[in-house]
């Protein structure tokens, strides 16, 4: 069972980055999928979740700016990141979810490494 989070990297304020988790050893479409991230010095935090139904719940600090959708083909979750702020800065983890709350670590089965955001100008 893995998890492979990919698509990090530096951009500027405003800008916009796409994180992709790729999924292997188990069947994505059963489990809830969160995106969780960690700045320096922080715990780590909720950003985003998808159901198995596709419903979808977002942090009120990225909603209106971040997407998450799911390829269940694919086996592949995405994160679009749009207006990107230095507050956005952090290591951003997937993980899966068989149940239990979408917003707490402690409900996510498996976890992702983890890929690094910057932004900064």
């Known amino acids: 069972v893995q998890l492979q989070a990919s698509g990090g990297g530096l951009v500027q304020p405003g800008g916009s980055l796409r994180l992709s988790c790729a999924a292997s050893?188990?069947?994505?479409?059963?489990?809830?999928i969160g995106w969780f991230r960690q700045a320096p010095g922080k715990e780590r935090r909720f950003v985003a979740a998808?159901?198995?139904?596709?419903?979808?719940w977002y942090s009120d600090s990225v909603k209106g700016r971040f997407t998450i959708s799911r390829d269940n083909a694919e086996s592949t979750v995405s994160l679009q990141m749009n207006n990107l702020e230095p507050e956005d800065t952090a290591v951003y983890y997937c993980?899966?979810?068989?149940?239990?709350?979408?917003?707490?670590?402690?409900?996510?089965?498996?976890w992702g490494q983890g890929t690094l955001v910057t932004v900064s100008s």
């Open positions: 050893g188990f069947t994505l479409d059963y489990y809830v």
């Open positions: 993980a899966a979810s068989f149940s239990g709350s979408l917003y707490y670590t402690g409900s996510y089965d498996y």
């Open positions: 998808i159901e198995r139904s596709d419903r979808t």
